[in-house]
């Protein structure tokens, strides 16, 4: 499995920005999606965004969706989420992950999946919204 390593967080004001990152070590040619999850303290780790390796297509949870922009660059093998006009609420500790076989981009976004079912996990990156 290639293994992610998230970058970009840090702290910000409500109404700010960050861009997060998420380089693969290795080609990324073999995969077929990446997926961006946040865990806040105390609750589910939860995806929040998708985006196909193949063809571009992306999928946003509905809370981020207009907010959140998630981008690839193959030729770097990286993965990129643009977070605009943060609040408190998208505190949480972000992180990027894919798996070598299939998985559904619309599921990950709207229904809880088992992080067990991806193969390779970044170590995750925090993001923090506060004044």
């Known amino acids: 499995q290639v293994q992610l390593a998230e970058s970009g967080g840090g702290l910000v004001q409500p109404g700010g920005s960050l861009r997060l990152s998420c380089a693969a070590s290795?080609?990324?040619?073999?995969?077929?999606?990446i997926a961006w999850f946040r865990q806040a303290p105390g609750k589910e780790r939860e995806g929040i965004s998708c985006i196909s390796l193949t063809d571009g297509t992306t999928h946003y949870r509905d809370s981020v969706k207009g907010r959140f922009t998630i981008s690839r660059d193959n030729a770097k093998n990286t993965v990129y989420l643009q977070m605009n006009s943060l609040n408190t609420e998208d505190t949480a500790v972000y992180y990027c992950a894919t798996d070598s076989s299939p998985f559904p981009c619309i599921v990950v976004v709207s229904q809880h999946v088992d992080r067990r079912a991806f193969g390779s996990w970044g170590q995750g990156t925090q993001v923090t919204v506060s004044s």
């Open positions: 290795g080609s990324t040619s073999d995969y077929y999606a």
